[in-house]
């Protein structure tokens, strides 16, 4: 027997708009924080439409507490961050490149910063269609506790990281490598480490273990006090092979990064699950069980045999699993590795990029690049054959090495300027955002203190 589900009542009724603004943000994570506060900045009424409770996105939500760029580099909205997790104590005074910060602390501080451009927030709210007036996006469909709500918008700017409304507008995407994105990874909180004896024991290992920076960190007083925070990357992992047989859930093809933040704690990176796809909702649900299994036993193998670990218990898991990459919405242009390698000027730079590679592929961590800029040029944020619309963050035009220094922290927070900025002038000027004069686009930017081009910089 063979059942069909009868189409829901709410379906078959027209939805009212609940709500309208000049520029709607759809997700409010990394990116689409400071989309919502440039453009109320530049004059907009705006929102923010998120499916959780909070915002912060994958660095609150991920337990992520790596933000690359907070030093010599960051320009803009992101040293008003930057200035801000100072000033809250949530990570060490100044920042500096590497440097860690409290994940916890993202949720309240982005929450402050819309809070004060007078951002209205929809949280509670899944993105699950679109309104379409031709080319041009006119409204966003969401499902949320108060049922199935239309908001209407001038210009929206796509910060779901999976690029979700560029997909249900009909935008082309690329999904990873010939359909392979990076690994995802599902991080977690180890406490009530007993930090010196692990590091007695890490003096102690083979040099292949890497454990070197975790021995200076603790010896200096890292994980003993709060503003003691360190980091090591070590290969740990090198010992899951020979400790597979007791824990059959220890990840495959991984590393084991660590930060400790929190006295007494670590916050791990090293579960991995790959070949799965971050917008297939039952590939999600596999990687949660996989993942969290991984955690789980990369927890017993500590306990049980490393000193250092014998009291300690996981404190956090993640939310949900992290997702490193999936859609990337094709642009009216697509930045590649090449313009990266060669470190490519554009006459339509609207920011900078590092180029620093940090692709998690399954059978190669390419962490390459060389370390100088990438100018960023608009037609990156246009969605290809689609108006009102501009992308930020992770699901913005790259090919796939691109994609994985593009999606990093200060990066996609930096798109999230130029977005809002952008979608807030064509909703101002009713045009579209593709013809927008980008002299001017830069001309805002810059006053704001913002870094459009690599010319940019050597001012
Ligand atoms: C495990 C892991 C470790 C990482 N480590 C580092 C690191 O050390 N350093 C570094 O710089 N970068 C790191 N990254 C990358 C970086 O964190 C992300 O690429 C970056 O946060 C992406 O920002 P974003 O704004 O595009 O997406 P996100 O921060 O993910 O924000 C997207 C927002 O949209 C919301 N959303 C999604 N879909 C919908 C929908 N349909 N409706 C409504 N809301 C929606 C989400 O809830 C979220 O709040 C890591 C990523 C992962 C997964």
């Given amino acids: 027997m063979s059942l069909t589900a009868p189409a829901p009542a709410a379906a078959t009724q027209p939805i009212p708009i609940t709500a309208e603004y000049d520029v709607i943000v759809c997700g409010g994570g990394t990116a689409g924080l400071p989309a919502a506060v440039a453009a109320a900045r530049t004059g907009a009424r705006v929102a923010i439409v998120e499916r959780y409770g909070f915002l912060g996105g994958n660095a609150a939500y991920s337990i992520m507490p ?8 960051h320009c803009g909205l992101l040293t008003q961050f930057a200035k801000r997790v100072e000033d809250f104590g949530a990570g060490p005074s100044p920042l500096k490149e590497g440097d860690h910060i409290e994940p916890e602390a993202i949720k309240i501080l982005f929450e402050m910063m819309a809070d004060e451009q007078k951002v209205h927030l929809y949280l509670h709210h899944f993105i699950t269609g679109v309104v379409m007036d031709g080319p041009r996006v006119a409204g966003v469909i969401t ?20 690029g979700d409304l560029c997909f249900h507008a009909g935008a082309q995407f690329n999904l990873g490598a010939e359909g392979k994105t990076q690994g995802m990874s599902l991080r977690f909180r180890i406490g009530y480490i007993h930090f010196d004896d692990f590091a007695d024991w890490a003096e102690k290992q083979a040099a292949e273990l890497n454990l070197g920076r975790l021995v200076r960190g603790v010896r200096d007083g890292g994980g003993k006090a709060w503003g003691k925070a360190f980091y090591f990357d ?36 090293t579960t991995r699950v790959y070949d799965l796809d971050g917008t297939n909702a039952d590939d999600l649900t596999k990687a949660e069980i996989a993942l969290r299994k991984q955690a789980w036993a990369v927890w017993r193998f500590l306990k049980e045999n490393v000193p ?8 956090e898991t993640a939310c949900q699993a992290g997702v490193r990459e999936s859609r990337t919405i094709i642009g009216d242009y697509v930045l590649t590795t090449e313009d990266g390698a060669k470190n490519r000027e554009f006459p339509d730079s609207v920011q900078t990029c590092r180029v620093h590679f940090d692709s998690h592929d399954k059978q190669k ?9 990438v100018d960023v040029p ?26 994985s220094g593009f999606r990093r922290m200060e990066n996609a927070f930096e798109s999230g300027e130029v977005a809002g900025t952008a979608a807030a002038l064509a909703a101002q000027k009713q045009q579209t955002a593709r013809s927008l004069a980008v ?14 081009s690599q010319a940019d910089t050597k001012v």
């Fill in 378 to 403: 608009y037609g990156i944020f246009l969605p290809k054959g689609l108006d009102a619309v501009l992308t930020a963050g992770r699901c913005t035009s790259c090919d796939h090495l691109m994609n």
């Fill in 66 to 73: 790596c933000w690359h760029g907070l030093g010599e580099h």
């Fill in 365 to 373: 961590y390419d962490r390459g690049g060389n370390k100088g800029f």
């Fill in 308 to 315: 250092g670990f014998k009291d300690s218990a996981i404190t």
């Fill in 143 to 162: 499902e949320s506790k108060s049922g199935r709500r239309a908001f209407g918008g001038k210009c929206f700017v796509d910060a779901s990281g999976d």
């Fill in 439 to 452: 002299a001017e686009l830069k001309e805002i930017l810059r006053r704001n203190g913002f870094k459009t």
């Fill in 234 to 269: 070590s290969r740990l992992d090198r010992l899951f092979t020979q400790f597979r047989g007791r824990y059959p859930d220890l990840p495959e093809d991984t590393y084991f990064n660590c930060s400790s933040i929190r006295p007494n704690e670590l916050s791990i990176n």
